[in-house]
């Protein structure tokens, strides 16, 4: 009888195991019944034809978000894009997709061939939440307020003659700024140049677009509420990522916020336009140009009045700030290149008592600085996001209809099959063997302001700007790193900025005028 029993269990068993294995056969060919139609479905729904960019893989309602947490998005595309070996990629982000344009070829097609289709800007609630009283030039969507705003800000403030008139303002700006460093640097401790930067930037910003005769009260609401309104403004907010859920856009508390500050900024501008119209009618700032046609035409709203003057601050500001900021890191990261460059200011304008901006055009080298640096560290690593308003054919892949288009310049200024091995060095040099490579968006390898109609139209102001702060840096001052060493990391955000503030020692070699008070 053991015996017995014991085969009996035995068999029992093996029944046991059979039974198990066939209720996970049966399961499984449930599943694939169920899941084959629904894939075929789901590829059947899919138009012909389509063939989307490769991309991570995804969770549901979220997408790819979580690949982002914690890294520089551009980086990520990057390296995406190197995995992938794939000129786009795609990236779901929550409601929204993304396609990153990561080559020069890719960005070609964006921001040239097809440019027309994608000139227009993502209009996401953040966006629209800013430009609820009106659009400047950026955030705007592609039509004819866009053309107007553009070419009223291209003709009175960022054209040759308008940049030109601008002069007085960008000497004081640099006049105050090196007295600052002279200042600084005589209590013999490392100079925060970060922050002296940004100081001079701001200025020379705020004399041109409001002038110097508001008051210094009006002018720190103005720069307070303006500060406010680029931090909320860059990134991705979660109402952006879930456009058609009420409950996100109830609990995110930054659209409720950027809407107060909208009607707080219109207030404080509408301040500052009343001191305008009582300060007589001599054109000194942009707002008074904007007065002007406003009283000869009655079209220029004055909801745009206030957003240009936003718009241009946020687009000016940071960007030219990171620049320079990013040029004195690599020079002190490249002790030849800052001695050749300091050689040849101090050479062209020896017998000077200052940098004089008609002495810009001879520094070439410091052109050749300027480049290589916004190569490695274009302001805006991505663009500005444009979107794909229908299906599109791109490089073979289709672009969805809706998704927001990146370029990533960043990692087309990084790329070695088309910058060579020593692609990630900060070599100024190279521009002289690519002299035909300029900042005009010609050569798609080099996007560092963007191409195509949405290219950034201040490069004019901005490079004047930038060039006359690095050259006087490199007249006056002698540079020396503090004791601790330099690191070239980045911080989150839309514009690449460095990490942490950059403090350096400064040392008078050419003694700096004293201030006209
Ligand atoms: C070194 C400084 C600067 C850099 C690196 C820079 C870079 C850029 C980039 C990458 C874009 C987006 C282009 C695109 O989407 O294709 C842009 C747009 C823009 N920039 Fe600049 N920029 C700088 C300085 C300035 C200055 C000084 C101003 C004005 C005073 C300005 C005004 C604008 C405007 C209005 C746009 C939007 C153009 C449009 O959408 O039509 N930028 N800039």
Request: glycine share 8%.
């Amino acid at each position: 009888t053991a015996v017995l029993r014991k085969l009996y269990l035995q068999a029992a068993m093996a029944q046991q195991d059979q039974d198990v294995i066939m209720y996970y056969r049966n399961g499984l060919l449930l599943a694939a019944a169920l899941l084959v139609p629904l894939l075929l479905l789901v590829r059947l729904r899919r138009p012909r034809g389509e063939n989307l960019p490769p991309g991570p893989w995804r969770l549901p309602v979220i997408g790819s978000l979580h690949h982002l947490v914690g890294r520089l998005p551009h980086r990520f595309m990057r390296d995406l894009a190197r995995r992938y070996d794939a000129p786009l990629i795609l990236l779901r982000l929550g409601e929204l997709d993304v396609v990153v344009a990561s080559s020069a070829d890719a960005a070609r097609e964006v921001l040239k061939t097809q440019d027309a289709v994608f000139a227009t800007r993502m209009q996401t609630p953040t966006i629209r939440a800013l430009t609820v009283d009106g659009a400047g030039i950026a955030l705007a969507p592609h039509g004819e307020h866009w053309r107007q705003a553009r070419k009223l800000g291209v003709t009175e403030l960022l054209g040759a003659r308008p940049v030109q008139s601008l002069r007085g303002s960008r000497e004081a700006g640099v006049a105050a700024l090196v007295a600052s460093i002279a200042s600084a640097s005589a209590a013999s401790g490392p100079v925060n140049v970060s922050s002296l930067l940004s100081t001079y930037i701001i200025d020379v910003a705020v004399r041109a677009l409001v002038g110097d005769r508001i008051g210094g009260d009006l002018r720190g609401e103005f720069l307070e509420r303006l500060g406010e309104g680029v931090r909320l403004a860059t990134g991705f907010g979660l109402a952006d990522l879930f456009p058609s859920s009420r409950l996100v856009r109830a609990f995110s508390g930054s659209l409720g916020r950027l809407e107060a500050l909208g009607r707080e900024t219109s207030r404080v501008m509408d301040r500052i336009i009343d001191k305008h119209q009582h300060a007589g009618d001599e054109e000194k700032d942009f707002v008074d140009v904007m007065l002007r046609i406003q009283k000869n035409d009655g079209s220029l709203r004055a909801g745009t009045i206030r957003a240009m003057i936003t718009d241009l601050f946020g687009a000016a500001s940071d960007t030219s700030a990171t620049t320079l900021e990013w040029a004195m890191a690599e020079l002190m990261g490249s002790p030849a290149a800052l001695r050749r460059a300091q050689a040849e200011v101090r050479s062209a304008l020896a017998g000077e008592s200052r940098v004089r901006e008609e002495a810009l055009p001879d520094l070439h080298y410091l052109r050749l600085v300027l480049k290589e640096t916004l190569r490695l560290h274009p302001a805006a690593p991505l663009l500005l996001p444009r979107e794909c308003p229908e299906s599109r054919h791109v490089l073979g892949y289709t672009v969805p209809k809706g998704a927001m288009v990146l370029v990533n310049a960043w990692a087309i200024g990084r790329d070695a099959a088309t910058w060579g091995a020593d692609a990630e060095e900060f070599r100024p040099e190279r521009f002289e063997e690519e002299a035909a490579l300029d900042f005009k968006g010609t050569n798609f390898k080099f996007v560092p302001f963007g191409a195509g109609r949405r290219m950034c139209p201040g490069i004019a102001f901005g490079l004047v700007v930038v060039e006359l702060a690095l050259a006087s840096f490199l007249f006056h001052f002698d540079w020396e790193l503090p004791a601790g060493g330099l690191h070239m990391e980045e911080q989150l955000g839309v514009t690449a900025r460095r990490k942490g503030d950059l403090w350096l020692h400064a040392t008078v070699r050419v003694p700096v005028p004293a201030l006209a008070l």
